[in-house]
């Protein structure tokens, strides 16, 4: 069971805006920032955001990053098929020591 | 353009020892570190470590400490992870991924970017 806590399941339709969220604490979240993954079925997985809120180059603005206190939350707006993925949040602290949430399984309806 | 190729598939018994590799291609691969994520059959990824090329200064999780080995050798742009005695519970796809810093106002991230296609591992008696 990991530290950070995702929910195991998301669903929108077509267009929707559909939100992940990410739980942790004060020593992972709290004190570092956050980092999303979109991993789409049989490969290998993607940045999609970092700094809590930072797209890099070449991912769609659909895709919003935020966070506040403990929690972080991903923000897919406009959803569209091609979104139907695995999405992870992730901490490194500042001595380099990594965490993954449990992974949110998103269909699109 | 950055590339990671991971070495292939392996099928190894119990007991056994290996050793897979991750070639770094299109950066200046000595600055770059590279960590490497299980993820064991229909789960979630799981952070194994992190290796500096340059220095090979390591970290591990404390959940794989002791069970593998992270190493480097920049003068071929190659990182590896190694067990020295496989588990069935070691099955699983193991990625790499080059971790690049990122810096703004107020903070400083440093976060995989680029990942390897992923070594499929299998320990079968």
């Known amino acids: 069971q990991s530290v950070l806590t995702q929910p195991p399941s998301a669903s929108g339709t077509p267009g929707q805006r559909v939100t992940i969220s990410c739980s942790g604490s004060?020593?992972?979240?709290?004190?570092?920032?956050v980092t999303w993954f979109q991993q789409l079925p049989g490969t290998a997985p993607k940045l999609l955001i970092h700094s809590n809120n930072q797209r890099p180059s070449g991912v769609p603005d659909r895709f919003s990053g935020s966070k506040s206190g403990t929690s972080a939350s991903l923000a897919i707006s406009g959803l569209q098929s091609e979104d139907e993925a695995d999405y992870y949040c992730a901490v490194w602290d500042d001595t380099l020591n990594g965490v993954f949430g449990g992974g949110t399984k998103l269909t699109v309806l | 353009e950055v590339q990671l190729v991971q070495s292939g598939a392996e099928v190894k018994k119990p007991g056994e020892s290996l050793r897979i590799s991750c070639k770094g291609s299109g950066y200046n691969f000595a600055n770059y570190r590279i960590g490497w994520v299980r993820q064991m059959p229909g789960k979630g990824l799981e952070w194994i470590g992190i290796i500096y090329p340059t220095d090979s200064t390591t970290k591990y999780s404390p959940s794989f400490q002791g069970r593998v080995t992270i190493s480097a050798d920049k003068s071929v742009s190659t990182a590896y992870l190694q067990w020295g005695s496989l588990k069935a519970s070691d099955t699983a796809i193991y990625y790499c991924a080059r971790h690049s810093g990122y810096s703004g106002a107020g903070y400083y991230s440093i976060v995989p970017d680029y990942w390897g296609q992923g070594t499929l591992v299998t320990v079968s008696s």
């Open positions: 004060i020593s992972n979240i709290g004190g570092n920032t």
